[in-house]
């Protein structure tokens, strides 16, 4: 199967002028400003320094092999910010094969615009038969694979949490972004804490989901950390109902969930048409509008905000608080639910 990845920027998106969005509670009365330009909404950095390969984790495989799982990270060079708000990338791959580094220039973009990004591996099972998917799958293994994908990914954030001095990162504003298989990564970070599963509360400030969809055990709660999914109307792999009906039951519970659509776009790197590389612009620009009014406004980035949390721990386990989400998105009519639909991404 073709590589479908994304981990790039799966961030916000929105193609503007053919696009709908689904979901979004009410808006606050009163919305902490953002600004139209500068750091973290545009690039503002000519270059960027990658450190690739640091280890963060120690995994035994579905092949009872241990493997130590590295991450790449990108930041602006020459920044000096005491802080930065943090990135964490998921690439796709059918959970059958992943390549951190293969992120449609994701890193670099972000990194120009200020944000420290972190790139990472997790468990993927390559003999798992994902050539009949969506129509065909094991629904069991799909599963185990997704929960140690996201195990993975959690580690990921206490590593981050664990090394905030040493990369001057800001641990309240860690967001979860992914592509296909990686999105749904990002899609779990955000709802699948504080249930039966993986109990404990979000490590993320906010997920942006591309081209994917969450497991339906993922149930998001009222107060579940902000989501923008984009997704093309024609995706072959991952159905775009399949990422409206989450949201759809996100927002039914009160949650922040808004699902934006580029219509006639496709899977990344499978369908013709796909909706990266070819709308990786619009994707990056609403990205950083959405990380900048949900998640760094309300911490005070752009100044008088509310009074910011005090900064979070390092978890003992890989689950941690995330900070709060920010203000709402105007309102937009909810996506019809469809109960039951079997699950996930590419």
């Known amino acids: 199967m073709d590589i479908l990845l994304g981990g790039r920027l799966a961030a916000a998106v ?27 909404l545009e690039p503002v950095f000519d270059d960027v320094t990658v450190t690739y390969d640091v280890p963060f984790h120690t995994v035994v495989n579905s092949r009872g092999e241990t493997q130590t799982l590295r991450l790449d990270l990108y930041e602006p060079a020459g920044d000096t910010a005491a802080q930065r708000p943090v990135v964490l990338m998921m690439s796709g791959g059918f959970l059958n094969f992943i390549y951190k580094s293969y992120l449609f220039g994701a890193g670099e973009a972000y990194a120009r615009a200020g944000y420290v990004v972190a790139s990472i591996e ?27 994908a996201y195990d993975d990914a959690l580690a990921a954030t206490a590593w981050l949490r664990d090394h905030a ?6 641990a309240r504003a860690l967001v979860a972004a992914g592509g296909s298989a990686g999105g749904s990564i990002a ?4 709802w699948l804490p504080g249930g039966d599963v993986r109990p404990g509360p979000p490590a993320v400030a906010a997920a942006l989901p591309l081209s994917a969809a969450p497991l339906n055990l993922a149930v998001p709660t009222a107060d579940a950390p902000p989501v923008l999914a984009s997704h093309g109307t024609d995706d072959t792999v991952i159905p775009y109902a399949w990422a409206t009906d989450a949201c759809a039951r996100a927002v039914a519970v009160g949650a ?5 659509a580029f219509e006639g776009a496709g899977h990344p790197a499978v369908d013709p ?24 406004a309300p911490l005070g980035y752009f100044g008088a905000p509310d009074p910011a949390p005090d900064p979070v721990p ?22 019809a639910a469809v109960p039951g639909r079997p699950t996930y991404t590419g």
């Open 122 to 148: 997790y468990r993927v099972r390559p003999e798992m038969d994902m050539s009949g998917f969506p129509e065909v799958f094991d629904e069991d293994e799909l599963t185990a694979a997704s929960l140690d």
């Open 314 to 335: 390092a978890p003992a386990d890989p689950a941690a608080p995330a900070a709060p989400g920010g203000p709402a998105l105007p309102e937009a009519a909810p996506a």
């Open 165 to 170: 001095d040493e990369h001057r990162l800001d």
């Open 256 to 260: 922040r969930c808004d699902v934006v």
């Open 273 to 296: 048409s796909p909706i990266v590389p070819q709308h990786n612009d619009e994707v990056r620009r609403r990205a950083f509008a959405f990380i900048a009014r949900e998640v760094l």
């Open 187 to 190: 899609w779990h970070l955000a």
């Open 14 to 40: 929105l193609a503007v002028g053919a696009l709908t969005a689904h979901g979004a509670p009410p808006a606050l009365a009163q919305e902490p400003e953002v600004p139209a330009g500068g750091r973290y």
